[in-house]
């Protein structure tokens, strides 16, 4: 057996943002989509309801021994290794992302928001920061590509509260927030949000709007323009989703965009975007 066997069948199509999509230039698009295709892999890994702990932390290994050279076992993750060494690229990032793999295995439950974002540090913000690596940007634009990771993790863990406690016992929202709010796990079980996990949930889509405030000017310190372009859209759609939290109950309602509202609220991100671009260019030439 090999990870393969307890893939989903999902790939980047259905997922709730985009990933390399035709805004990327084409010669960054292929180590993207590799990197991709280990994460979607080892996340369908952790998420399955039906294989045991055991064996889901040994597939999680023998990923990581395809990626670093120790095995041949996993073809997903040595094509990874190969587009690596290609761009003379580490694999620190996708390291990052099983560590927060093996986390889902073992870990069910957080206690605060300051270790939500902790996991967030390994779940999210290493997606971020290889696309980052892949297209020679400063590291110096990693503090705001964390806070934008983190929080469309967090409206990925809001939409899917209700089906992740279903489905695997998994719950991301903190316990801390859930108590001050006079709410509890059990809620989740639900048709519809109690009156105090509705209020918990909206602290939470809070704090996260709070994440989004940090990462507001994120596209302006890309360099290249496509990349710039496509985190303007990932912005406002995450913009638009977190509003969207705060009005609807995930328990009962539908909290993700369809397509054609996904493609009109991305166009406005890539419209704001190209507009702030020129807006500085041109006051960069009027001087002082």
Same mark, same amino acid.
């Given at each position: 057996?090999?990870?393969?066997?307890?893939?989903?069948?999902?790939?980047?199509?259905?997922?709730?943002?985009?990933?390399?999509?035709?805004?990327?230039?084409?010669?960054?698009?292929?180590?993207?989509?590799?990197?991709?295709?280990?994460?979607?892999?080892?996340?369908?890994?952790?998420?399955?309801? =039906?294989?045991?702990?055991?064996?889901?932390?040994?597939?999680?290994?023998? $990923?990581?021994?395809?990626?670093?050279?120790?095995?041949?076992?996993?073809?997903?993750?040595?094509?990874?290794?190969?587009?690596?060494?290609?761009?003379?690229?580490?694999?620190?990032?996708?390291?990052?992302?099983?560590?927060?793999?093996?986390? @889902?295995? *073992?870990?069910?439950?957080?206690? =605060?928001?300051?270790?939500?974002?902790?996991?967030?540090?390994? !779940?999210? /913000?290493?997606?971020?920061?290889?696309? &980052?690596?892949?297209?020679?940007?400063?590291?110096?634009?990693?503090?705001?590509?964390?806070?934008?990771?983190?929080?469309?993790?967090?409206?990925?863990?809001?939409?899917?509260?209700?089906?992740?406690?279903?489905? $695997?016992?998994?719950?991301?929202?903190?316990?801390?927030?859930?108590? *001050?709010?006079?709410?509890?796990?059990?809620?989740?079980?639900?048709?519809? =949000?109690?009156? /105090?996990?509705?209020?918990? $949930?909206?602290?939470?889509?809070?704090?996260?709007?709070?994440?989004?405030?940090? !990462?507001?000017?994120?596209?302006?310190?890309?360099?290249?323009?496509?990349?710039?372009?496509?985190?303007?859209?990932?912005?406002? &759609?995450?913009?638009?989703?977190?509003?969207?939290?705060?009005?609807? @109950?995930?328990?009962?309602?539908?909290?993700?965009?369809?397509? &054609?509202?996904?493609?009109?609220?991305?166009?406005?991100?890539?419209?704001?975007?190209?507009?702030?671009?020129?807006?500085?260019?041109?006051?960069?030439?009027?001087?002082?």
């Amino acid at each position: 057996m090999t990870a393969a066997d307890l893939a989903s069948g999902k790939d980047h199509t259905g997922e709730n943002f985009p990933v390399a999509s035709l805004l990327i230039a084409p010669e960054h698009r292929a180590p993207i989509m590799a990197f991709y295709r280990v994460a979607r892999l080892a996340d369908d890994v952790a998420d399955n309801a =039906s294989a045991s702990a055991d064996l889901k932390l040994k597939r999680l290994d023998g $990923i990581e021994a395809s990626l670093t050279g120790k095995s041949e076992a996993e073809p997903t993750a040595v094509a990874l290794r190969h587009a690596l060494a290609e761009r003379g690229l580490g694999w620190e990032h996708m390291l990052d992302l099983l560590e927060a793999f093996r986390r @889902d295995v *073992t870990k069910l439950r957080y206690e =605060s928001w300051d270790e939500l974002m902790d996991y967030c540090r390994f !779940s999210a /913000a290493p997606v971020g920061r290889f696309v &980052l690596d892949v297209h020679g940007e400063d590291r110096a634009t990693w503090p705001a590509n964390d806070a934008l990771c983190a929080a469309l993790q967090v409206i990925n863990h809001l939409q899917d509260c209700a089906k992740d406690y279903h489905d $695997i016992d998994r719950v991301y929202l903190p316990r801390e927030v859930l108590e *001050t709010c006079g709410a509890n796990i059990e809620m989740l079980a639900e048709d519809a =949000s109690d009156p /105090a996990l509705n209020e918990a $949930i909206n602290r939470l889509a809070a704090k996260t709007q709070g994440l989004l405030d940090i !990462s507001r000017g994120f596209s302006g310190e890309i360099r290249d323009l496509r990349l710039a372009l496509e985190v303007g859209a990932i912005q406002r &759609l995450a913009e638009s989703l977190t509003l969207r939290l705060r009005g609807r @109950d995930p328990l009962s309602q539908e909290t993700h965009h369809s397509r &054609l509202e996904a493609l009109g609220v991305g166009l406005l991100g890539i419209g704001r975007t190209m507009a702030e671009r020129m807006a500085s260019r041109l006051s960069r030439a009027a001087g002082p």
